[in-house]
């Protein structure tokens, strides 16, 4: 939700700044601005609209600078204009502020500025900052002073980063939102993610919240907020430049589709021995959980959809658990003790419902596990420990194989779980482990020989789509519809199997296909059922399931088939063919995929 980019050193940082802000589009795209510091001053320009508005606007190389601050906004304070858009500057041009989040006190802050003579041009919490800063520059501060005692005023979340007229440095601080900073060889870097300086290094350092960095072509320190220095270790990140480009792909998330075989290789890799069913997992050795008598799982959107598909596992198993929409949790917690494991799933782990949920139950004494794909992320900070799905990175806004990878990764953790609460295993133990092991190479069967292209056409003018499914199928089939939704902005909707004839089937016609998805367990009769009365009202029926849902295959009018696999994987099998549904449809009615409409792939306001 809004990206920023930082560029410290030699020669002209115009380009570094734009391509980092490619790499960032997918934290929010309806506008993007760059501020140079050069010989003349600041020179601040914005456009609305994506990142190629703001490249036509810079239509010649006159606009230079060695020290460059960028942004690509997801608006949250006024619509996407020009005059909204950021980098924002103070009264006097000479102070340029680049923010991510929400200044919660900003009107406040904005009166009293008003009061004191500041003009503003925008309508948006952010531009309080360069006015802030511009207020102590006046009062005699130095710039760092000047930066330091604004960011002291603010509440709220925010990751900023400004620069001062005369001074070669930027000044850059996080509170709740991420910023990394990336040393290069003669350069540094500072971003919302590490996408956006990947290409020219792989050594980052994490700032942590209160953290004021001063960053100058011969280099940065970072200190608190009363100024004194603090160490942070420099990281090395595992991920390849080439990871985030496209690949010869039309779309990011084609490309994320089709890298899921290697994604759910790496969550497994090391972790299971399919043969004893013995879980190998980094932070939470055997009796991690003994004492655990309840799990509550929060997350949000397609990371919601994966926490629920372990629910229903770990209940299956002998465990008491909830899987929780974290925004409502936050407001409402449920009863939680020492004896409750939360597990925070979350793919960017920055979403910030995700993130409130967390908070709500501090001083509960409760156990917190992070399970998110982004080292050095926020809630990796925020919870006792973490489990990483080793995804490597995904830009698509739409999750994809990140999905996939949190099922598997949660799999293994959940029999972790289910081992120390219960003294079991997951059900079938052998045959599970083994699916975990092969489902890599299931998924590359099907990618290879999927017809969800042909079955996204036919269905192409539909008046809505509808999906179904049972225990681990139902979140699939939320997921399903969420993913056709999203990109294709056509209507789409999961309902669990047996809820249908509860209401829903009111909206059931010859113009709305029903996407029912089969486990292959004895739940299928059921499902089945559901099935016969949907096409008892017209409804085109397309089945997704594997030879074990044979006779739902045949009863329904199209299929989508899947390798055959453990019943409690089938769902990941069948997800990966709504997927491709979903893009093929969103294809051929020429949507922005990688971008849809009004979404940021980084949620960070609640
Ligand atoms: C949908 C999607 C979102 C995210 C949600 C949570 O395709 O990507 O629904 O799943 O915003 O994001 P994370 O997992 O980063 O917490």
């Not at 006024?78 to 980098?87: I, M, Q, S, W, Y």
């Not at 290409?199 to 072509?217: K, M, N, S």
């Not at 929780?324 to 949790?329: C, K």
């Not at 998805?517 to 089945?528: A, C, Q, R």
Request: include cysteine; charged fraction near 20%; glycine fraction near 8%.
């Amino acid at each position: 939700m809004c990206g920023i980019t930082v560029r410290v050193g030699d020669g002209n940082a115009v380009p570094e700044l734009l391509d980092g802000l490619e790499n960032l589009e997918y934290r929010g795209y309806d506008s993007a601005g760059i501020a140079l510091q050069n010989d003349v001053g600041i020179d601040v320009i914005k456009r609305e609209g994506t990142l190629d508005s703001l490249r036509n606007a810079i239509d010649d190389d006159s606009l230079h600078g060695t020290i460059g601050i960028g942004h690509t906004r997801w608006s949250t304070h006024g619509p996407p204009t020009d005059e909204n858009a950021h980098p924002h500057t103070d009264c006097t041009g000479e102070i340029a502020v680049v923010h991510n989040g929400i200044i919660e006190n900003y009107q406040e802050l904005r009166e009293e500025l008003e009061a004191d003579g500041h003009t503003f041009t925008s309508e948006t919490d952010t531009e309080v900052v360069p006015h802030l800063i511009e207020s102590k520059r006046n009062a005699g501060l130095s710039p760092e002073s000047a930066f330091r005692t604004a960011v002291e005023r603010l509440a709220g979340s925010y990751a900023i980063a400004a620069i001062v007229d005369g001074t070669d440095a930027v000044f850059a601080t996080r509170h709740g939102s991420p910023l990394v900073l990336g040393r290069g060889a003669d350069r540094y870097f500072l971003a919302s993610d590490i996408p956006a300086f990947l290409q020219h290094t792989d050594q980052v350092v994490y700032l942590e919240d209160g953290d004021i960095a001063r960053v100058e072509p011969e280099g940065y320190t970072i200190t608190d907020l009363q100024g004194n220095v603090v160490k942070r270790n420099i990281e090395v990140v595992d991920w390849d430049a080439e990871d985030v480009g496209k690949g010869g792909y039309d779309h990011y998330m084609l490309k994320e589709i089709h890298e899921q075989p290697t994604a759910l290789r790496q969550a497994v890799r090391g972790r299971v021995d399919s043969f004893s069913g013995d879980v190998d997992l980094e932070s939470a050795p055997p009796g991690t959980f003994s004492d655990i008598d309840r799990v509550h799982l929060v997350a949000m959107g397609t990371s919601w959809h994966a926490a629920m598909y372990i629910q229903s596992l770990l209940t299956e198993n002998g465990v008491d658990a909830g899987a929780y929409m974290a925004g409502e949790y936050a407001t409402s917690p449920p009863p939680a003790g020492p004896n409750t494991l939360v597990l925070a799933v979350s793919q960017s782990g920055e979403t910030a419902d995700t993130l409130s949920a967390v908070r709500s139950i501090q001083g509960a004494n409760v156990q917190t596990v992070a399970v998110t794909n982004v080292v050095g992320s926020t809630i990796t900070r925020e919870c006792d420990s973490s489990i990483f799905i080793r995804a490597g990175p995904e830009i698509g806004v739409a999750a994809t194989k990140t999905f996939s990878s949190q099922v598997v990764t949660l799999s293994i953790l959940a029999e972790r779980i289910v081992r120390d609460v219960t003294g079991t295993s997951i059900r079938n133990t052998s045959g599970f482990f083994e699916a975990l092991s092969t489902v890599p190479g299931d998924v590359q069967q099907l990618l290879d020989d999927s017809n969800a292209e042909a079955i996204a056409e036919h269905f192409l003018d539909s008046k809505s789509y509808f999906f179904i499914g049972r225990n681990t199928c139902y979140p699939v089939a939320l997921e399903g519809a969420l993913k056709f939704k999203e990109i294709t902005y056509e209507h789409a909707e999961g309902f669990a199997a047996s809820e249908l004839k509860h209401g829903p089937l009111a909206l059931v016609t010859d113009e709305t296909p029903v996407f029912a998805i089969f486990s292959g367990d004895e739940d299928d009769t059921k499902t089945l059922n559901n099935v016969k009365e949907v096409q008892a009202r017209d409804a085109p029926v397309v089945a997704v399931g594997s030879n074990s849902s044979q006779e739902a295959i045949g009863q329904a009018d199209y299929s989508l088939e899947i390798p055959e696999t453990h019943p409690a994987i089938s769902g990941v099998l069948a997800n990966v063919q709504l997927q491709l549904v979903a893009y093929h449809a969103a294809n051929k009615l020429d949507r922005a995929i990688d971008k849809p409409r009004n979404l940021a792939k980084s949620v960070t306001v609640e």
